[in-house]
């Protein structure tokens, strides 16, 4: 298998043939990443088009330091974040309700039997402003302040959102877990 | 940037882990989109490379000619093109002093007159640098140092060359062996009107499109020409001094990529289900029969494979086919019969020509294959070629003389082919290529 350093010298040179192997060899999974910041599936496929198109365009930038897959996974993110954000550029009088974070420490349930499919289909039935808030604090790691600057919104309703994403997944989980349960024992 | 936290919720983590690594295909033809948008950038790249590269040419072609210009200058010049030596005893100090009109001559027995010179030759004193550059004040009226009105002075100065070299060698005669060469030169040049070139270039090719449609940016945007080669012996004919006929014959290689066409192996066993009907793919050359009934093949992001099957007769998903490819590479290989005009530019030790003519190309191979492992798998044909091929073509010829006989050449040239290579209704993508042809010549 072609190392990715010669792929990407050769996607600088022009090569079809190295650009095609690049897209092949990482698309399965930044696909994942599209689809778990998009509702339906023609914005993740949006997404991932455009977010290749810049990983093309802004390969020369790309220094060999640290991982490539992480370095495509921000730009995909980026492009997630930029359609969000053009989409969802107004504020709502409920993106500054702040409703209290729960203190106790998270209960512990038996998610067994759920996978990554559930775990994507739940995360895609969030509202958008909760699933962007969600993924980028949960999945990402991004802090308050800095998911604040990235999608325009104040650090309290960054954690407001977050609290309410995390009720409706508990929500959702226990519930998938439940009728996956009913399905194995029924 | 992970917020180490000990509230972190046991659904954070659910969500992160269980994500981790999860992959799912993405839609057929997103690729296809893709692909386009970064071609056309690149563009912009490859037209400021071949641009860099005619300044390169150019710069080449500009330095060479002052090369030559300074070279013919030098040989025209006596002062420069001959040695320190030969210049300190020149004719016209001897001639002048014949006439009696340099006082110093008297004193130098290198400028006694000529029979004394002739006759003692192991006397000879040269005048020193002083002396030298007197004797030139006294014969102002030129550059060179020459009486400018003096009637004697009839030789050329490349005659005066030569006769100083045998006055050195102790065999002066007042010979008008120069005269005779520049007869000799001329007598040559009539002689040697026939050359002989062998040439070879790589070749690269590109297509033009006449018709903007769909189906033409879809071909034409995953097609790649691949380096091609060419190359010949051609008799060349001197008409003038200037213009020369050239023809011969050359044999040409063309490559040509046709991407994101899956081909696999194995389809033969399903013959009692499709029957032995086999593919068609379009392209912009003409359209690729598949003469291997055991290929199947799949277009990823188009309709370029015109024969499809329905699920009921052939579903590829469920037979056992084995990947091979995802391109198929068209090899076409041409004879040709140029006819080339050339005019020199400039006649010095490195020549310029201007080429410009017609060639007659008849197509002798043709043929498809993809690759495995390196090798070749044989997948067919293109039909719908065109047989017989006329291109245009313009260049420059670089010429440097290595001897009287050899010389050596280079030849950007740019050739635009006047009729398509193959004939699909809706495209016309007319190729047109670049090479930089270089060989040897012997004139005869």
Redesign the interface.
């Given at each position: 298998m072609p190392d990715i350093r010669n792929i990407i010298k050769g996607c600088l040179a022009?090569n079809?043939?190295d650009?095609?192997l690049l897209?092949?060899r990482h698309?399965?999974?930044l696909?994942?990443v599209c689809?778990?910041y998009s509702g339906n599936?023609d914005e993740a496929?949006d997404i991932?088009?455009e977010g290749?198109?810049k990983i093309?365009?802004n390969l020369i930038t790309y220094k060999n330091e640290g991982s490539f897959e992480g370095w495509m996974r921000r730009i995909i993110v980026n492009t997630a974040l930029e359609k969000y954000r053009s989409k969802h550029n107004l504020y709502r009088v409920d993106d500054i309700d702040l409703i209290q974070e729960p203190?106790a420490?998270?209960?512990?349930?038996d998610?067994a039997g759920?996978?990554?499919?559930d775990?994507?289909d739940i995360?895609r039935e969030l509202p958008p402003k909760y699933r962007m808030v969600?993924n980028l604090?949960?999945?990402?790691?991004?802090?308050h302040k800095e998911i604040s600057q990235m999608i325009k919104i104040s650090e309290g309703t960054s954690k407001s959102n977050l609290s309410r994403a995390?009720i409706i997944?508990?929500k959702k989980?226990k519930l998938y877990t439940g009728l996956k349960k009913d399905v194995v024992s029924g | 940037?992970?917020?180490v936290d000990?509230?972190e919720?046991?659904?954070?983590l659910?969500?992160?882990n269980?994500?981790k690594?999860?992959?799912?295909?993405?839609?057929v033809g997103?690729?296809g989109?893709?692909?386009p948008?970064?071609?056309k950038?690149?563009k912009p790249?490859?037209l400021l490379r071949s641009a860099a590269l005619i300044a390169v040419l150019l710069s080449i072609s500009f330095l060479a000619y002052r090369w030559s210009k300074e070279l013919s200058s030098s040989l025209q010049n006596p002062m420069l093109a001959v040695s320190e030596e030969s210049i300190q005893v020149p004719d016209n100090t001897l001639i002048a002093e014949n006439q009696g009109r340099m006082p110093l001559s008297d004193n130098i027995p290198g400028t006694t007159d000529r029979k004394n010179q002739a006759t003692d030759q192991s006397g000879i004193v040269e005048p020193s640098d002083d002396e030298y550059i007197s004797s030139f004040d006294q014969n102002p009226g030129t550059d060179e140092g020459y009486p400018a009105n003096s009637n004697n002075i009839d030789i050329p100065a490349f005659n005066q060359t030569v006769q100083r070299f045998n006055y050195y060698a102790g065999n002066f005669k007042p010979d008008f062996e120069g005269l005779n060469k520049l007869d000799y030169e001329e007598q040559k040049e009539k002689i040697n009107r026939w050359s002989v070139t062998a040439m070879a270039s790589p070749t690269y090719y590109l297509r033009m499109e006449m018709n903007h449609n769909e189906l033409s940016n879809q071909i034409s945007s995953s097609e790649?020409s691949r380096i091609s080669y060419s190359g010949g012996v051609s008799f060349a004919y001197k008409i003038s001094k200037k213009l020369s006929i050239q023809s011969g014959l050359y044999y040409s290689s063309i490559g040509n990529?046709v991407?994101?066409i899956n081909s696999f192996a194995g389809f033969s066993g399903y013959d009692y289900t499709k029957g032995d009907h086999n593919f068609e793919v379009l392209t912009s050359s003409g359209r690729i029969y598949t003469e291997n009934a055991d290929v199947f093949l799949l277009d990823n992001s188009g309709d370029r494979v015109v024969t499809r099957y329905t699920n009921d007769v052939f579903d590829p998903t469920k037979a056992n086919l084995s990947y091979i490819n995802?391109?198929l590479f068209q090899n076409f290989s041409y004879i040709e019969m140029p006819v080339i005009l050339r005019y020199k530019l400039i006649d010095k030790s490195v020549d310029f020509n201007l080429i410009g003519g017609l060639s007659y190309n008849l197509l002798v191979n043709n043929s498809v294959h993809t690759v495995i492992d390196g090798s070749k798998y044989t997948i067919g044909k293109t039909a719908g070629l065109n047989p017989f091929m006329v291109s245009s073509s313009m260049g420059m010829g670089i010429e440097y003389s290595l001897s009287e006989k050899f010389s050596l050449n280079l030849e950007p040239t740019f050739r635009y082919y006047l009729n398509p290579f193959g004939e699909i209704p809706g495209l016309r993508i007319h190729p047109y290529s670049f090479g930089v042809f270089s060989g040897l010549s012997y004139k005869f």
């Amino acid at each position: 298998m072609p190392d990715i350093r010669n792929i990407i010298k050769g996607c600088l040179a022009g090569n079809r043939r190295d650009q095609e192997l690049l897209y092949r060899r990482h698309a399965a999974k930044l696909y994942a990443v599209c689809l778990q910041y998009s509702g339906n599936d023609d914005e993740a496929r949006d997404i991932l088009q455009e977010g290749y198109i810049k990983i093309f365009e802004n390969l020369i930038t790309y220094k060999n330091e640290g991982s490539f897959e992480g370095w495509m996974r921000r730009i995909i993110v980026n492009t997630a974040l930029e359609k969000y954000r053009s989409k969802h550029n107004l504020y709502r009088v409920d993106d500054i309700d702040l409703i209290q974070e729960p203190d106790a420490a998270p209960e512990t349930e038996d998610y067994a039997g759920l996978e990554a499919v559930d775990l994507l289909d739940i995360i895609r039935e969030l509202p958008p402003k909760y699933r962007m808030v969600f993924n980028l604090f949960a999945i990402e790691g991004y802090s308050h302040k800095e998911i604040s600057q990235m999608i325009k919104i104040s650090e309290g309703t960054s954690k407001s959102n977050l609290s309410r994403a995390r009720i409706i997944l508990q929500k959702k989980v226990k519930l998938y877990t439940g009728l996956k349960k009913d399905v194995v024992s029924g | 940037m992970w917020s180490v936290d000990n509230k972190e919720a046991n659904i954070d983590l659910l969500f992160r882990n269980g994500l981790k690594d999860f992959e799912v295909l993405p839609p057929v033809g997103v690729w296809g989109n893709i692909f386009p948008v970064i071609r056309k950038k690149q563009k912009p790249v490859i037209l400021l490379r071949s641009a860099a590269l005619i300044a390169v040419l150019l710069s080449i072609s500009f330095l060479a000619y002052r090369w030559s210009k300074e070279l013919s200058s030098s040989l025209q010049n006596p002062m420069l093109a001959v040695s320190e030596e030969s210049i300190q005893v020149p004719d016209n100090t001897l001639i002048a002093e014949n006439q009696g009109r340099m006082p110093l001559s008297d004193n130098i027995p290198g400028t006694t007159d000529r029979k004394n010179q002739a006759t003692d030759q192991s006397g000879i004193v040269e005048p020193s640098d002083d002396e030298y550059i007197s004797s030139f004040d006294q014969n102002p009226g030129t550059d060179e140092g020459y009486p400018a009105n003096s009637n004697n002075i009839d030789i050329p100065a490349f005659n005066q060359t030569v006769q100083r070299f045998n006055y050195y060698a102790g065999n002066f005669k007042p010979d008008f062996e120069g005269l005779n060469k520049l007869d000799y030169e001329e007598q040559k040049e009539k002689i040697n009107r026939w050359s002989v070139t062998a040439m070879a270039s790589p070749t690269y090719y590109l297509r033009m499109e006449m018709n903007h449609n769909e189906l033409s940016n879809q071909i034409s945007s995953s097609e790649q020409s691949r380096i091609s080669y060419s190359g010949g012996v051609s008799f060349a004919y001197k008409i003038s001094k200037k213009l020369s006929i050239q023809s011969g014959l050359y044999y040409s290689s063309i490559g040509n990529e046709v991407g994101g066409i899956n081909s696999f192996a194995g389809f033969s066993g399903y013959d009692y289900t499709k029957g032995d009907h086999n593919f068609e793919v379009l392209t912009s050359s003409g359209r690729i029969y598949t003469e291997n009934a055991d290929v199947f093949l799949l277009d990823n992001s188009g309709d370029r494979v015109v024969t499809r099957y329905t699920n009921d007769v052939f579903d590829p998903t469920k037979a056992n086919l084995s990947y091979i490819n995802n391109s198929l590479f068209q090899n076409f290989s041409y004879i040709e019969m140029p006819v080339i005009l050339r005019y020199k530019l400039i006649d010095k030790s490195v020549d310029f020509n201007l080429i410009g003519g017609l060639s007659y190309n008849l197509l002798v191979n043709n043929s498809v294959h993809t690759v495995i492992d390196g090798s070749k798998y044989t997948i067919g044909k293109t039909a719908g070629l065109n047989p017989f091929m006329v291109s245009s073509s313009m260049g420059m010829g670089i010429e440097y003389s290595l001897s009287e006989k050899f010389s050596l050449n280079l030849e950007p040239t740019f050739r635009y082919y006047l009729n398509p290579f193959g004939e699909i209704p809706g495209l016309r993508i007319h190729p047109y290529s670049f090479g930089v042809f270089s060989g040897l010549s012997y004139k005869f």
